[in-house]
């Protein structure tokens, strides 16, 4: 079974920074377009940022200029690097894999797209 694992969530308060990363047991991970989303209890699971197999970068409106995704195909991991937290910003963040290319045809990937999810990281920002 193909595993994500993501890591780096925790507690900060508004304006500081947390970075998360997402490692995979892909075999072909390069392939993979992997992007990170965030869900609020009661809420859809929402689109937060990606990342093409070629390195083009998507966000949603709310993170960009906070917020870079990035990927290491070597060590077949996606990062996160948040700035600039703000309260809005609390979820469960995860990562998933997508084998299509919806997030390049559209500017951002449905979760009902994504292959490979993995179970989460919490990030809690406080005012």
């Known amino acids: 079974q193909v595993q994500l694992v993501e890591s780096g969530g925790g507690t900060v308060l508004a304006g500081g920074s947390l970075r998360l990363s997402c490692t995979s047991s892909l075999n072909t991970f390069g392939v993979y377009t992997m992007a990170w989303f965030r869900q609020v209890d009661g809420n859809e699971r929402e689109f937060v940022a990606g990342?093409?197999?070629?390195?083009?970068?998507f966000y949603r409106s709310s993170v960009k200029g906070r917020f870079t995704v990035s990927r290491d195909n070597a060590n077949k991991a996606v990062f996160l690097q948040m700035h600039d937290l703000k309260p809005e910003d609390t979820a469960v963040y995860y990562c998933?894999?997508?084998?299509?290319?919806?997030?390049?045809?559209?500017?951002?990937?449905?979760?009902?797209?994504?292959?490979?999810w993995g179970k989460g990281t919490l990030v809690t920002v406080s005012s």
């Open positions: 990342i093409t197999q070629s390195g083009t970068t």
């Open positions: 998933g894999a997508d084998r299509g290319a919806s997030l390049s045809r559209l500017g951002f990937m449905s979760w009902k797209v994504v292959n490979y």
